[in-house]
């Protein structure tokens, strides 16, 4: 049986397929009766979710501009 | 989920690329106001924010003088995204910047992101974890102020936790692409992902907390 601090430890392992067969049934087992991991891990989920929504900075309008004008020379040569 | 700006519908990718080929401003516009944004941050990640200028300013170049011959294989923000990566890669190995790779390893005190103090002896938790409500991510994303506050926290990362967390998981690659451009073995920036995400979920834990407070 594996404790809720090496479930903890090894949770992006889980998440990125990294481990074994046998590393991957002990730690469902786990989830499987603890309540408390369980919700861990639906966290760090959500906090992954929440970073790859993240919007990027839009383009300020003098680098548009730039891009612009580096587009037109590029359209005439 | 966007706030400042109604997202309008993104042209598809083939349809952009025959634009650009005729020439057409609007589309390259269209295309800067995607991609721009998400080039800098990834450039910013590696090289930092005066590498990247420069990265991003050659990435557009490049772009312009591929444009007629790129064969529409990937989309373009993974063949743009290529450019960023590779310029990086170059700059840093020139560089080795102020940071040596050798401490790309993970080497903080704490275990694996882990704060020992949350268990008991026997490794169980030793106070309750709960779930946080289903709409936290959609909550925390419309909350501008939230949105700065978790923005001004991956600032404070340490560099390489931010630069593996940035790839990963902002800008969604891959890890071999990861451990290509910075010259970290898989596993090791899986150590450096998990303490990223692990100190990002702390910041957002605190943060659900206060609003569970703040409501009746
Ligand atoms: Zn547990």
New interface residues.
């Given amino acids: 049986m594996i404790t809720c601090r090496e479930v903890v430890t090894i949770t992006t392992d889980y998440l990125e397929g990294k481990l074994s067969f046998a590393e991957r049934v002990r730690f469902q087992l786990h989830l499987g009766m603890c309540s408390h991991c369980r919700a861990w891990l639906s966290q760090m989920k959500a906090t992954i979710q929440v970073l790859g929504k993240l919007p990027a900075e839009e383009p300020p309008p003098e680098v548009r501009d730039e891009l612009l004008e580096r587009f037109r020379a590029w359209k005439k040569s | 989920?966007?706030?400042?700006?109604p997202v309008p519908a993104e042209t598809p990718d083939a349809e952009l690329i025959a634009r650009l080929r005729a020439?057409d401003?609007t589309a390259?516009?269209e295309l800067?106001?995607r991609l721009?944004?998400?080039l800098?941050?990834l450039a910013r990640s590696i090289a930092g924010d005066a590498g990247a200028e420069e990265i991003v300013q050659d990435t557009?170049?490049a772009a312009?003088?591929g444009l007629d011959t790129f064969e529409g294989k990937s989309s373009l923000k993974t063949w743009l995204f290529a450019i960023v990566l590779n310029r990086a890669k170059s700059r840093r190995e020139r560089d080795q910047r102020q940071v040596p790779l050798s401490s790309l390893g993970p080497q903080d005190d704490e275990?694996?992101?882990?704060d020992?103090s949350?268990?008991t002896e026997?490794?169980?938790?030793n106070h309750?974890?709960?779930?946080?409500s289903d709409d936290?991510?959609d909550r925390?994303?419309n909350d501008k102020e939230l949105?700065k506050r978790?923005?001004a926290a991956l600032e404070q990362l340490p560099d390489r936790l931010r630069t593996v967390?940035v790839m990963r998981?902002?800008e969604?690659l891959d890890?071999a692409e990861v451990c290509n451009v910075l010259g970290v073995s898989e596993t090791n920036q899986?150590v450096l992902?998990?303490r990223a995400?692990?100190r990002?979920?702390a910041l957002?834990?605190e943060e659900t907390q206060d609003e569970t407070r703040r409501r009746p």
Avoid: K
């Avoid at chain 2, 275990?111 to 882990?114: A, D, L, N, S, T």
């Fill in positions: 989920m966007r706030q400042s700006d020439r401003e390259f516009l800067v106001n721009h944004g998400p800098t941050r557009w170049a312009l003088t275990e694996g992101g882990v020992p949350w268990f026997n490794g169980h938790w309750p974890v709960e779930r946080w936290t991510p925390v994303l949105r978790l923005l967390l998981d902002i969604g890890s899986r992902l998990h995400r692990t990002m979920r957002l834990e």
